[in-house]
């Protein structure tokens, strides 16, 4: 479940914030700056549910398991 809160976060927030991030214009009227910490917060919170999910559903011994929990050299 986690796996997918994260990719649904990230649908949305990633696309405007990109956006936010190209386009710079005159037009926004000053709502540029809080407009943008909330979708980078959304980006935020889809990556550390996306990687709580992927900690989740790995296996113990597998890359994957080595990499989501910083073991990754033992």
């Known amino acids: 479940m986690p796996i997918v809160i994260g990719a649904v ?4 927030s990633v696309p405007g914030f990109v956006l936010l991030l190209i386009e710079t214009g005159e ?3 000053g ?5 943008l ?3 980078g917060a959304g980006v935020i919170l ?3 549910f ?9 296996e ?3 890359l994957l398991f080595r990499l989501s929990h910083g073991r990754i050299f033992r």
Do not use: K
């Open 9 to 12: 976060f990230l649908f949305i």
């Open 27 to 29: 037009d926004f009227g």
């Open 31 to 35: 709502l540029d700056l809080p407009v």
């Open 37 to 39: 910490a909330i979708l």
């Open 46 to 48: 889809g990556l550390i």
């Open 50 to 58: 996306l990687m709580n999910g992927l900690q989740l559903c790995s």
């Open 60 to 62: 113990p011994g597998s």
